[in-house]
């Protein structure tokens, strides 16, 4: 019998049990008697749950059920009236995730159970052999009760969003521009769905009408793709600005998803919807805003049952795909959400069981299929996306495995050994380079990506494993070594991130790239800038710095990102530090790219103070006006330069270079 605690020589012991009886470490230390404290009645409950379950399980894998058999008869029979107690519906779903989930369908929309105890409380005990019944009403609706803030987010008003579409011209123009620099990295709907997005009010006879979801998960799709251009090719392409076009979609957006109840989402395109649009807020609207839109999306995701896998639901294969990569881009949108808020995601290490995508194309699958297709070898059409989702999944099962939460800090985090954290990078590193790096074809755009972010990734995670190692005071041993090799991974993070700008064939993804820039690594070769007392190094530190300025122009939109401004301005107390302790070749004259971000800087300033700036000085944190005087002429002394940068890893607020709020 299993047990659900450790024996009593393993619990003191801090080791796991496997909790048979004797366990395998008794077994093997052989002096150790096994014995296990008296099982608490609900340990009991729990255990004899557990067998229930086993056996249910088994009789319907022989294709019996237990409803089917006769039951015995009982020795005083009584009327079937008694009503359930919640207790005993949720009894099988005491511990762990149910193997018998269940969607139900009410006037064309769909509820999810976790277990189909639920549902026989509720008072379907009927089995489908789809998993799938049509219910008499929703048993969740007690009551007619108002929704929660629906006078503030839920307007009923009627909403005609056909009217609003825009000229079929620049449909067609949109569509293209999608279909070459997002699609490939958002694959949440399938290529002929996207298609008839666009076109379908365009070309309504070659194409069925769209539904309200499906009208506001186009605008969406719209948002996304304008924010995809940069400002001159909205001009050309398009004939507006993008920031006049951006605001109308977003308006449009936004008020499409106040005319739906996003508390209590009931569709999964509305889902989808709500994807692209947290997607496409990313850098651009508030993160903790974003964040809890997150927590919204995945509470509505698991009441649709997309967590689930669509195998134990009995789905059928094409629904299963479509569920399956819109639950993982949504891990994958959380992931970065948290890396921007500082937080660990906790839907990440939940109990769910949505297996990876398939590695297939489109038209590998259509909505007639019974069984999944064969999935291809090499990479496909949706490599992207399962390069990004199998990598979480890899990081996952490691730490799962491990009993330890998945905490975004394990690279950096003391309580990991540098040991378990190097094995882990090279598992991860061999995987990428086996299932997706050695099928790269670099005449193709996304596979040129993928060997780009693979690699400025499994170099960053190298970089921040070693950044508390090197950073350390007392120094560990073989600081120095530590301290070479930190420097060497920050010098090779900020090169692929160059990568980025420098290869034509990935332009189109630059609005997705935008965001990956390593801040970390470039503040620690800023340090070193002002540090490095030898000349070859010092030099090779400034021309890589200035190679950066000339590629990434984002790095001049001050506007745009507050550590962007501030970066600049280290940049050049950098470099003024360097000249006062001689660091610098000869009299080697001030580079131009810092001579650029000085007068770049001093028109900003000049502008905040005006008020001129399109992020008013009120607006600004303590820590913004730390680094904006009032009166710009006193930046710079050459006193203020040298207090200024006078810092070492362990003084920089790495917080502060992780999140843009």
Same mark, same amino acid.
């Given at each position: 019998?299993?047990?659900?605690?450790?024996?009593?020589?393993?619990?003191?012991?801090?080791?796991?049990?496997?909790?048979?009886?004797?366990?395998?470490?008794?077994? =093997?230390?052989?002096?150790?008697?096994?014995?296990?404290?008296?099982?608490?009645?609900?340990?009991?409950?729990?255990?004899?749950?557990?067998?229930?379950?086993?056996?249910?399980?088994?009789? =319907?894998?022989?294709? &019996?059920?237990?409803?089917?058999?006769?039951?015995?008869?009982?020795?005083?029979?009584?009327?079937?009236?008694?009503?359930?107690?919640?207790?005993?519906?949720?009894?099988?779903?005491?511990?762990?995730?149910?193997?018998?989930?269940?969607?139900?369908?009410?006037?064309?929309?769909?509820?999810?159970?976790?277990?189909?105890?639920?549902?026989?409380?509720?008072?379907?005990?009927?089995?489908?052999?789809?998993?799938?019944?049509?219910?008499?009403?929703?048993?969740?609706?007690?009551?007619?009760?108002?929704?929660?803030?629906?006078?503030?987010?839920? =307007?009923?008003?009627?909403?005609?969003?056909?009217?609003?579409?825009?000229?079929?011209?620049?449909?067609?123009?949109?569509?293209?521009?999608?279909?070459?620099?997002?699609?490939?990295?958002?694959?949440?709907?399938?290529?002929?769905?996207?298609?008839?997005?666009?076109?379908?009010?365009?070309?309504?006879?070659?194409?069925?009408?769209?539904?309200?979801?499906?009208?506001?998960?186009?605008?969406?799709?719209? @948002?996304?793709?304008?924010?995809?251009? &940069? /400002?001159?090719?909205?001009?050309?392409?398009?004939?507006?600005?993008?920031?006049?076009?951006?605001?109308?979609?977003?308006?449009?957006?936004?008020?499409?998803?106040?005319?739906? +109840?996003?508390?209590?989402?009931?569709?999964?395109?509305?889902?989808?919807?709500?994807?692209?649009?947290?997607?496409?807020?990313?850098?651009?609207?508030?993160?903790?805003?974003?964040?809890?839109?997150?927590? $919204?999306?995945?509470?509505?995701?698991?009441?649709?049952?997309?967590?689930?896998?669509?195998? $134990?639901?009995?789905?059928?294969?094409?629904?299963?795909?479509?569920?399956?990569?819109?639950?993982?881009?949504?891990?994958?949108?959380?992931?970065?959400?948290?890396?921007?808020?500082?937080?660990?995601?906790?839907?990440?290490?939940?109990?769910?069981?949505?297996? @990876?995508?398939?590695?297939?194309?489109?038209?590998?699958?259509?909505? +007639?299929?019974?069984?999944?297709?064969?999935?291809?070898?090499?990479?496909?059409?949706?490599?992207?996306? @399962?390069?990004?989702? *199998?990598?979480?999944?890899?990081?996952?099962?490691?730490?799962?495995?491990?009993?330890?939460?998945?905490?975004?800090?394990?690279?950096?985090?003391?309580?990991?050994?540098?040991?378990?954290?190097?094995?882990?990078?090279?598992?991860?590193?061999?995987?990428?380079?086996?299932?997706?790096?050695?099928?790269?074809?670099?005449?193709?755009?996304?596979?040129?990506?993928?060997?780009?972010?693979?690699?400025?990734?499994?170099?960053?995670?190298?970089?921040?494993?070693?950044?508390? $190692?090197?950073?350390?005071?007392?120094?560990?041993? /073989?600081?120095?070594?530590?301290?070479?090799?930190?420097?060497?991974?920050?010098?090779?993070?900020?090169?692929?991130?160059?990568?980025?700008?420098?290869?034509?064939?990935?332009?189109?993804?630059?609005?997705?790239?935008?965001?990956?820039?390593? *801040?970390?690594?470039?503040?620690?070769?800023?340090?070193?800038?002002?540090?490095?007392? /030898?000349?070859?190094?010092?030099?090779?530190?400034?021309?890589?710095?200035?190679?950066?300025?000339?590629?990434?122009?984002?790095?001049?939109?001050?506007?745009?990102?507050?550590?962007?401004?501030?970066?600049?301005?280290?940049?050049?107390?950098?470099? =003024?530090?360097?000249?006062?302790?001689?660091?610098?070749?000869?009299?080697?004259?001030?580079?131009?790219?810092?001579?650029?971000?000085?007068?770049?800087?001093?028109?900003?300033?000049?502008?905040?103070?005006?008020?001129?700036?399109?992020?008013?000085?009120?607006?600004?944190?303590?820590?913004?006006?730390?680094?904006?005087?009032?009166?710009?002429?006193?930046?710079?002394?050459?006193?203020?330069?040298?207090?200024?940068?006078?810092? /070492?890893?362990?003084?920089?607020?790495?917080?502060?270079?992780?999140?843009?709020?």
């Amino acid at each position: 019998m299993t047990r659900t605690q450790a024996c009593e020589p393993c619990a003191k012991r801090k080791v796991r049990c496997d909790k048979q009886e004797p366990c395998n470490n008794c077994t =093997r230390r052989k002096q150790d008697h096994c014995s296990y404290v008296d099982e608490s009645p609900y340990e009991k409950i729990k255990s004899l749950e557990e067998q229930v379950r086993k056996l249910q399980g088994s009789l =319907r894998s022989d294709g &019996s059920s237990p409803a089917k058999r006769p039951a015995p008869s009982p020795p005083s029979p009584e009327p079937r009236t008694r009503t359930r107690t919640r207790q005993e519906a949720t009894a099988t779903v005491a511990s762990g995730r149910s193997k018998d989930p269940v969607i139900f369908e009410e006037d064309g929309q769909q509820f999810y159970l976790e277990s189909q105890s639920w549902h026989a409380w509720f008072g379907h005990e009927q089995e489908s052999p789809s998993n799938r019944t049509q219910a008499t009403g929703n048993p969740f609706l007690i009551r007619n009760a108002p929704n929660a803030f629906q006078r503030i987010f839920y =307007r009923q008003t009627a909403l005609n969003l056909a009217e609003r579409d825009p000229p079929s011209q620049d449909a067609a123009i949109l569509w293209n521009v999608f279909s070459q620099g997002i699609h490939p990295v958002l694959r949440i709907s399938f290529s002929s769905d996207y298609k008839r997005s666009f076109f379908a009010s365009t070309q309504p006879g070659r194409y069925e009408p769209l539904t309200e979801a499906e009208h506001i998960f186009k605008f969406t799709l719209y @948002l996304i793709t304008v924010l995809s251009l &940069s /400002d001159e090719e909205c001009v050309q392409k398009l004939h507006h600005p993008k920031s006049s076009m951006v605001s109308q979609f977003q308006t449009i957006v936004e008020e499409a998803l106040s005319h739906t +109840n996003i508390f209590c989402v009931n569709n999964v395109t509305i889902l989808k919807a709500l994807t692209v649009y947290l997607m496409s807020g990313i850098d651009r609207l508030s993160t903790q805003s974003l964040w809890s839109l997150m927590g $919204l999306i995945n509470r509505n995701a698991e009441k649709l049952g997309v967590h689930r896998d669509g195998t $134990l639901l009995k789905l059928p294969p094409m629904q299963t795909e479509e569920r399956r990569r819109l639950w993982w881009h949504l891990q994958h949108l959380d992931l970065a959400l948290a890396v921007r808020s500082g937080m660990t995601p906790l839907t990440l290490m939940g109990d769910w069981d949505a297996k @990876l995508p398939l590695n297939i194309e489109d038209e590998d699958i259509d909505q +007639n299929m019974t069984e999944p297709p064969k999935e291809r070898k090499g990479l496909t059409s949706m490599s992207y996306c @399962l390069f990004t989702y *199998w990598v979480i999944d890899k990081q996952r099962g490691f730490l799962r495995a491990n009993n330890d939460r998945f905490e975004l800090s394990w690279q950096s985090k003391e309580a990991v050994p540098p040991l378990i954290k190097d094995s882990l990078i090279d598992q991860l590193e061999e995987g990428v380079n086996k299932h997706f790096l050695q099928h790269c074809d670099p005449l193709k755009p996304v596979h040129v990506l993928i060997q780009i972010v693979a690699r400025a990734l499994v170099c960053g995670m190298r970089q921040r494993t070693l950044q508390p $190692l090197a950073s350390s005071k007392p120094a560990v041993v /073989d600081g120095e070594r530590l301290h070479r090799e930190l420097i060497d991974a920050s010098i090779q993070s900020l090169e692929y991130s160059m990568a980025y700008y420098t290869q034509p064939s990935i332009a189109h993804f630059q609005w997705l790239t935008r965001s990956f820039f390593p *801040w970390h690594a470039f503040m620690i070769v800023l340090v070193e800038a002002s540090q490095q007392s /030898d000349l070859e190094k010092s030099q090779r530190i400034w021309d890589l710095l200035s190679a950066l300025y000339s590629i990434n122009l984002t790095l001049s939109q001050f506007h745009e990102d507050r550590r962007i401004s501030h970066a600049a301005e280290l940049v050049s107390i950098a470099w =003024r530090t360097c000249e006062r302790r001689s660091h610098t070749i000869g009299a080697s004259p001030k580079p131009d790219f810092v001579m650029r971000l000085e007068t770049q800087l001093e028109a900003y300033r000049r502008q905040m103070k005006q008020g001129e700036s399109e992020v008013p000085t009120e607006n600004l944190s303590s820590a913004d006006r730390t680094f904006w005087p009032s009166t710009p002429e006193t930046m710079g002394s050459g006193q203020d330069a040298n207090a200024m940068f006078d810092l /070492d890893f362990q003084d920089i607020d790495w917080s502060f270079w992780s999140s843009i709020d």
